[in-house]
């Protein structure tokens, strides 16, 4: 394998880690959004958590991101 298709290989596996910062965020958002529905007086309470979880998440993902451009293009 020569050095080119080795660096397309490694940057589409790091862009993997924006497939699970997306299935993240679908699992988190959608059981605040039962947890919500199901206690109304309780969602102000509950909004901060998901809000710091998808700060992390998406960090996730973008580090992945990231890290595949790097590998293309460095």
Do not use: C, W
Request: hydrophobic letters at 60%; glycine letters at 14%.
């Amino acid at each position: 394998m020569d050095m080119e298709a080795a660096k397309l290989v490694g940057a589409g596996l790091a862009v993997l880690a924006l497939a699970g910062a997306g299935i993240g965020l679908g699992v988190m958002f959608g059981h605040y959004m039962e947890g919500a529905m199901r206690n109304p007086e309780a969602q102000a309470k509950l909004k901060v958590q998901p809000m710091v979880a998808f700060a992390l998440i998406e960090a996730t993902g973008l580090i992945g991101f990231v890290v595949s451009m790097l590998i293309l293009f460095k």
